[in-house]
């Protein structure tokens, strides 16, 4: 069985929007053989080109995200609107404030994203 490993690397630039495309194989080494099983190791050169950041979405009304800062939800949120470049308000709920997110969704949760427009 071979067990190609990929770059911590390319991984990264992969989630992050680069266009990866494997070239060709630098080195390959044994790492173990344990009876019927050889377990080799590669490691693959990458290419990648530069992220293009998207045109600006701006709104009439902008949209509102309410977060914890604390929250791994909230903040994926927000990179995900970072990254698709979407102009947003964002407002920080503090940790006992239960009022705000039970009046706008009906249960203390976040992220709470709200947006103005109709249609």
């Known amino acids: ?5 990929v770059s911590l690397a390319a991984l ?3 989630a992050a929007g680069f266009s990866a495309a494997p070239s060709n194989v630098v080195n390959t080494r044994s790492v173990a053989t344990t009876g019927l099983t050889s377990v080799q190791l590669s ?39 970072g990254v698709k470049n979407v102009k947003h308000l964002i407002h920080f709920l503090a940790n006992d404030d239960i009022a ?4 706008l969704v009906g249960k203390k949760i976040a ?8 249609g």
């Open 12 to 14: 990264l630039g992969v």
């Open 111 to 118: 992220p709470i994203f709200v947006s103005l427009e109709t």
């Open 43 to 81: 490691s693959t050169q990458v290419d990648a080109a530069p992220f293009a950041k998207p045109p600006r979405v701006v709104r009439e009304q902008l949209p509102t995200v309410y977060v914890y800062d604390h929250c791994p939800f909230c903040v994926r949120v927000r990179l995900a609107m």
């Open 1 to 5: 069985m071979k067990v190609s490993l």
């Open 100 to 103: 705000s997110p039970t009046a």
